[in-house]
């Protein structure tokens, strides 16, 4: 069956620009996450959707960043005013209610900022 | 081994051998853990959970080990292969306020030698 997707696969910015990346959980997944990626580390958590319930935003590193999801469906995460440290993999995952615990990954966002 | 909060460990060994993954958590308090692979370019891969009920759990190859006294969690590999090369990131349940999150560790790099 179809895995979470992401949109763009890869994304070359200016700084100063914004982004949005988008991605589509497994049907039926109501918890769908966020994650930063830097070269060489791990993943560093940035926001939680659960179903209609008030989002999990407290990995998100500033106020340029921010992510919408409306209902059980596609998310997007933006991030205002680029910079170069914001060059990563931008990740997303999803999990069911029955096995909220068991995340299913995209293959993620390239951002590169220059 | 890793740990969150140390570098990028790796670990080198010839196909056929058995490999072991380490993987120390902050936590006490954490009852769900889960070991996830990371091909190159590819999003993070659930291989196998446990529950802090459990001191064991086999799967197909691969066998988790915890150890709450000293906070160690291990992923064993049996007859490694070049297919398994890849970073091996554990992940453990904490709570957050009244929310519930994964925290992942740095990851650790397999390299499979034929």
């Known amino acids: 069956g179809a895995g979470v997707s992401q949109s763009p696969s890869n994304k070359v910015t200016e700084k100063g620009k914004d982004v949005e990346l988008r991605c589509d959980p497994i049907s039926g997944h109501t918890a769908l996450y966020w994650y930063r990626q830097r070269l060489g580390q791990g993943l560093e958590f940035l926001i939680y959707f659960q179903g209609n319930s008030a989002p999990d935003k407290s990995g998100l590193p500033s106020d340029r960043f921010s992510a919408e999801r409306t209902g059980e469906s596609v998310s997007t995460l933006t991030i205002q005013r680029t910079q170069q440290e914001d060059s990563a993999v931008y990740l997303c995952a999803s999990s069911a209610r029955t096995s909220a615990y068991t995340q299913y990954f995209g293959p993620g966002t390239r951002l590169t900022v220059l | 081994g890793e740990s969150v909060g140390l570098h990028l460990p790796t670990l080198s060994v010839q196909e056929g051998d058995n490999s072991i993954i380490n993987c120390a958590y902050s936590n006490s308090a954490s009852d769900y853990f889960i070991w996830y692979k990371q091909e190159s370019g590819k999003g993070p891969q659930f291989i196998i959970d446990i529950r802090s009920n459990m001191d064991k759990r086999q799967g197909q190859r691969v066998t988790v080990l915890l150890n709450k006294t000293v906070k160690h969690l291990s992923l064993q590999i049996a007859a490694t292969q070049p297919g398994d090369s890849a970073v091996y990131f554990c992940?453990?349940?904490?709570?957050?306020?009244?929310?519930?999150?994964?925290?992942f560790g740095k990851g650790t790099l397999l390299t499979v030698n034929p």
């Open positions: 992940a453990e349940k904490s709570r957050v306020g009244s929310n519930y999150k994964l925290t």
